[in-house]
């Protein structure tokens, strides 16, 4: 573990510095004024931050469950040599991590069905930019989606395959704490839920692809 946090501090330092680097160089060598973070916002297509939506809310979907899987299945088949008879009731826990994913799939579907063609603005005196504002307020309510839908997933998933190996090491040792341990695995596997319905309150109102 010690290890393991070293790595992520040095991983974290080396981009702060990478960082500093670059931003001194560029003020320095008069480029400053092209280190301009809302620019990058304004100018980048919303493809893009829509699409990041899409892919960050079913890979982290996906390894919330596998992770989850990864935590529980060790644990019921550690226990399972002792007693056999969990292996067939634990395997509940393992279903609730996979609808960890399937979440994640559904929603992005979603979020791709939002995703439409549009066309950029030729009159410079219709609108000061390229795209359109619902345009680019669509493309960003798309990726805060997917991040809210991603993480709440892969929190979700972690959270069910801790609680669902306490559930199988726990059935090993008494068969009447698996009832009571499930309820607790049920509440966990709800924050997915939770996610889901507050990024779809999040693109509610995303309109990608409407007539400029």
Request: charged share 5%; hydrophobic share 50%; proline share 2%.
């Amino acid at each position: 573990m010690s290890a393991y946090c070293t790595g992520i501090y040095g991983l974290g330092l080396a981009t702060l510095t990478g960082l500093t680097f670059v931003g001194l160089f560029m003020m320095l060598t008069g480029w400053g004024y092209r280190f301009d973070v809302g620019q990058f916002l304004a100018e980048t297509s919303p493809y893009m931050w829509a699409s990041l939506g899409v892919a960050i809310a079913i890979s982290m979907s996906v390894v919330g469950a596998a992770w989850g899987i990864f935590i529980t299945g060790s644990s019921i088949l550690g226990g399972g040599v002792m007693a056999p008879r969990i292996k067939t009731k634990n395997l509940i826990s393992i279903i609730f991590c996979e609808a960890v994913a399937i979440y994640g799939i559904i929603m992005a579907i979603v979020f791709h069905n939002n995703i439409k063609g549009f066309q950029s603005h030729t009159d410079p005196y219709q609108y000061p930019g390229t795209v359109s504002v619902e345009n680019i307020a669509a493309g960003y309510q798309i990726f805060g989606g997917g991040l809210t839908t991603g993480f709440c997933n892969l929190v979700c998933g972690v959270c069910v395959g801790i609680v669902g190996s306490g559930a199988a090491l726990a059935d090993a040792q008494n068969g009447s704490l698996f009832v009571k341990v499930l309820i607790i695995e049920i509440f966990g596997s709800a924050i997915g839920l939770f996610g889901i319905i507050i990024a779809i309150i999040q693109t509610q109102g995303a309109d990608m692809g409407k007539a400029v």
